[in-house]
Nanobody
Framework: QAQLVESGGGLVQPGGSLRLSCTAS????????MAWYRQAPGKQRELVAT???????IYADSVKGRFTISRDNAKNTVVLQMQSLKAEDTAVYYC???????????????WGQGTQVTVSS
């Protein structure tokens, strides 16, 4: 088994910045994709950004140019740097990872517990 632990959420004014971090621990042989999702009240969970082991990234159109996803493979960590935040970015942000727990094993999807990001004046 593996676990994902997020940190870095909070309250920020419109136009401000926040940095979210997520670290995977436990039984980890390799991590292919790491990603951030978010869920606003009354809405479905949506993809924010993904990053593969080769550092290929994908962003939702709504965050392109404002958010940057990066990862540190040695530390099993993924970071979401958020800038120029807007009220509509308010949501619970979830870390997601596709982890191979041991050599020869399958890939399992894991979720973090979520961290609240509130953008408000």
């Amino acid at each position: 088994q593996a676990q994902l632990v997020e940190s870095g959420g909070g309250l920020v004014q419109p136009g401000g910045s926040l940095r979210l971090s997520c670290t995977a621990s436990g039984s980890i042989f390799s991590i292919n994709v790491m990603a951030w999702y978010r869920q606003a009240p009354g809405k479905q969970r949506e993809l924010v950004a993904t990053i593969r082991s080769g550092d290929n990234t994908i962003y939702a159109d709504s965050v392109k140019g404002r958010f940057t996803i990066s990862r540190d493979n040695a530390k099993n960590t993924v970071v979401l740097q958020m800038q120029s935040l807007k009220a509509e970015d308010t949501a619970v942000y979830y870390c997601n990872a596709a982890i191979k727990n041991w050599i020869g094993g399958g890939v399992h999807e894991y979720w973090g517990q979520g961290t609240q990001v509130t953008v408000s004046s």
